[in-house]
């Protein structure tokens, strides 16, 4: 590269740091939150199962949802990690240095998995493939999640939001904070400590004033 050619490079790079700043600061205004709600996440999965790719789209955000894994440990995933036949099990790869663990699928999951399975004639390598038969890259998952959340939702939405989602559900459903931690691979608890604020638990003891003691100042 001359030293021109570099010059322009290093003028240039600032400006495309601020631009991706910027925009992730608008999302987050126009979302006011870091994590998809259960409903949000059921709307995206019924409105990309009407796409070219709807079967295989559709099963990527849910287990993305039910079982929180990162894009990466998304389109890590092989059909030698899915028991499909009787335990009914996926073997989750964490990635980040988190811990691995066995978590139970639920049967419409397995249903659809077996759908997707029969439709794509596939029963080893990657689970999500492209038409032509290579692995779903982590960019085109995340391209096509936003595209969808942009038309189902009118913000565009990074797929970690479904990891996040994942755990506060678990905490609004009542689950330990222990057993969280377990779920998401988490190493240290604080990062499960997080979901505890995202969620309305602590303040479910929180009670309005009485109408009655209520007085205007």
């Known amino acids: 590269m001359t030293d021109a050619a570099s010059s322009r490079v290093t003028r240039l790079r600032p400006a495309t740091e601020s631009r991706t ?5 608008t999302n987050d205004a126009a979302r006011g939150r870091k994590h ?3 409903d949000e996440v ?14 295989r789209d559709a099963l990527m955000i849910r287990l993305a949802f039910e079982h929180g894994l990162r894009v990466s440990e998304l389109v890590a995933l092989k059909w030698q990690h899915l028991d499909l036949a009787s335990g009914h099990t996926l073997t989750v790869q964490r990635a980040k240095g988190s811990l691995d663990g066995t978590h139970p699928l639920q049967g419409e999951t397995v249903r659809a998995l077996k759908r997707y399975q029969t439709a794509t004639e596939r029963r080893d390598g990657f689970v ?3 038409e032509r038969g290579a692995p779903v890259s982590i960019e085109g998952f995340r391209k096509m999640l936003a595209r969808l959340s942009v038309r189902v939702l009118g913000v565009p939405w990074h797929p970690h939001a479904l990891r996040h989602a994942c755990g506060v559900h678990l905490i609004n459903s009542g689950t330990d904070i222990r057993t ?5 691979g988490h190493a240290n608890i604080q ?5 505890t604020a995202l ?19």
């Open 191 to 195: 990062n499960t400590v997080a979901y």
């Open 199 to 217: 969620s309305g638990r602590p303040f479910e003891r929180v009670r309005k004033p009485s109408s009655r003691r209520w007085h205007r100042p």
């Open 21 to 25: 700043v910027r925009t992730r600061s």
């Open 180 to 184: 969280v931690q377990q779920y998401l």
């Open 128 to 130: 999500f493939v492209s």
């Open 36 to 38: 998809l709600t259960r």
């Open 42 to 55: 059921h709307r995206l999965i019924r409105a990309a199962k009407k796409g070219r790719q709807g079967q």
